[in-house]
């Protein structure tokens, strides 16, 4: 008997059997339905991912424009957000056009985010920038020409800020979080978004992530990482046992330095949005929606990255309370 064919008979035999007993599945859709389907998903994910951009540009603009590095420079700084429309699939620029009730060309850069200070000089939301438009070379005092799909025309001085610009990215994402890298890129979730109901609270982790980049944080965590790495390499040359005490005692200093880091970075995110103008009592309330949706931990503080939420919120609290009372960063219990 040959075998190949009883397989062949078997394996039918099976697959016939299971689509025998499936269950009631409804009726077939077509695949312009499940495009509709798709479009009214799409639809909602772009007025979340707007409302976003929208929340965290104008809390980050409105920080960047209270703080003041320390050397004193002027930065020019384009307070604009785009989207290529070349980039977007069929469901996706149907989706985004039913929102916002207009048609877009095929070929451009969509305007999505504004500063104030652009819309003031006459950019406007979802203009349409013209697809020869390339990268601006931003310079002080330094006109940009601007020519838009539709024949508009625009020459615009950039704003000058005190601080090194950041430029900010909305991440479609479950995960709670935000962060920056050295590119002076900072990273913000919807995830997170969704859980701070208000600008205040957004303005704490903002602003918290600021001073990451404006504290040296990132380049001072890196170097320590390469001085850890180089003298480990000569404390091995000691033996085994000499290399293990090494790596054990200098891992437990820099999940110090990094728990102080962010002990810092809660601090002066604190202070930038107290000079901006946010409601503290807002932003400190921050550290109680992140504690209420993040698994709490109970492990030992000295084997953390971060301090602890509710650490984190009682001294926040108790800053809060400080500037209330009338002091400044001078008074303020902060090492440097």
């Known amino acids: 008997m040959n075998y190949q064919y009883l397989k062949k008979f078997l394996f039918l035999l099976i697959f016939f059997f299971l689509s025998a007993c ?3 599945t409804g009726p077939p859709v077509t695949e312009e ?22 929340r965290v540009g104008d809390v980050l603009y409105r920080l960047l424009l209270v703080i003041k590095d320390k050397d004193h420079k002027k930065y020019p700084y384009l307070g604009i957000k785009v989207l290529k429309l070349e980039n977007l699939d069929k469901a996706e620029k149907e989706a ?7 048609s877009f060309p095929e070929r451009g850069y969509l305007v999505t985010y504004v500063t104030p200070y652009y819309k003031k000089a006459g950019i406007k939301k979802f203009d349409v920038l013209s697809p020869e438009t390339g990268p601006f070379q931003i310079k002080i005092g330094k006109p940009i020409d601007l020519e838009f ?9 950039p704003q000058e800020i005190n601080t090194k610009p950041v430029d900010f990215v909305i991440v479609d994402t479950e995960e709670i979080n ?32 600021l001073a990451h980049l404006k504290r040296g944080h990132i380049m001072k965590r890196q170097l320590l990482f390469t001085l850890r790495d180089i003298f480990g390499l000569v404390m091995g040359s000691f033996g085994r046992e000499a290399g293990d005490i090494y790596r054990l005692g200098t891992n437990f200093a820099l999940l110090k330095f990094s ?21 503290l009592d807002e932003v400190a309330r921050t550290w109680v929606y992140l504690g209420a949706v993040l698994p709490r931990i109970k492990s030992p503080s000295i084997l953390l990255t971060h301090p602890v939420t ?27």
Not at 185 to 208: E, F, N
């Open 33 to 54: 339905e499940r495009h509709q389907a798709l479009v009214d998903i799409l639809e909602v994910k772009w007025e979340e991912y707007l409302r976003d951009q929208q």
């Open 259 to 279: 728990r102080d880091q962010e002990r810092e970075a809660d601090f002066f995110g604190l202070y930038y949005a107290y000079l901006a103008g946010f409601n």
């Open 22 to 24: 499936a269950t009631v």
């Open 96 to 102: 985004l056009e039913r929102l916002v009730d207009r």
């Open 149 to 157: 799909v539709g024949g508009k025309k625009l020459t615009i001085l």
């Open 310 to 336: 509710e650490e984190r919120l009682a001294r926040i609290r108790k800053i809060v309370k400080l500037i209330k009372e009338g002091h400044t960063t001078g008074h303020l219990p902060l090492r440097r």
């Open 178 to 209: 935000a962060w920056v890298t050295p590119a002076y890129v900072m990273y913000v979730t919807t995830a997170l978004c969704r859980i701070l109901p208000s600008d205040a609270q957004l303005a704490a982790v903002i602003g918290h992530e």
